[in-house]
């Protein structure tokens, strides 16, 4: 079993940055990569990034590419969302998420059925 939790959301102004945290535990050894996924009021549930734990390998929303930069520590048992230049477009629960299921390919790690464990979720709004 691995547990994750998020912390570092908040109420932003637009234009802000801010950091999400993702600090995940139990058997961290076994899971193959990390993601973030966020959920707007009334939308479905959208993939953000997410990042390997082995080899580092990071993928994006193609949306959210150049904004946003996912990033962990050494054995990405803690990962961050890095998230820039913020618009109320982005006010949603953002979630953290892990899964013990290895791919050769990114695309398989930007569906949210791909991850086993899921973490309470952190609300982001930004203010316009």
């Known amino acids: 079993q691995v547990q994750v939790r998020e912390s570092g959301g908040g109420l932003v102004q637009t234009g802000s940055s801010l950091r999400l945290s993702c600090t995940a535990s139990?058997?961290?050894?076994?899971?193959?990569?990390m993601g973030w996924f966020r959920q707007a009021p009334g939308k479905e549930r959208e993939f953000v990034a997410a990042?390997?734990?082995?080899?580092?390998?990071?993928y994006y929303a193609d949306s959210l590419k150049g904004r946003f930069t996912i990033s962990g520590n050494t054995d990405k048992s803690t990962v961050y969302l890095q998230m820039n230049s913020l618009s109320p477009e982005d006010t949603a629960v953002y979630y953290c998420?892990?899964?013990?299921?290895?791919?050769?390919?990114?695309?398989?790690?930007?569906?949210?059925?791909?991850?086993?464990?899921w973490g309470q979720g952190t609300q982001v709004t930004v203010s316009s």
């Open positions: 998420a892990a899964t013990t299921l290895s791919y050769p390919a990114g695309a398989y790690y930007k569906a949210s059925r791909t991850y086993q464990y």
């Open positions: 139990g058997r961290t050894f076994t899971t193959a990569a």
């Open positions: 990042i390997k734990r082995l080899g580092d390998n990071t």
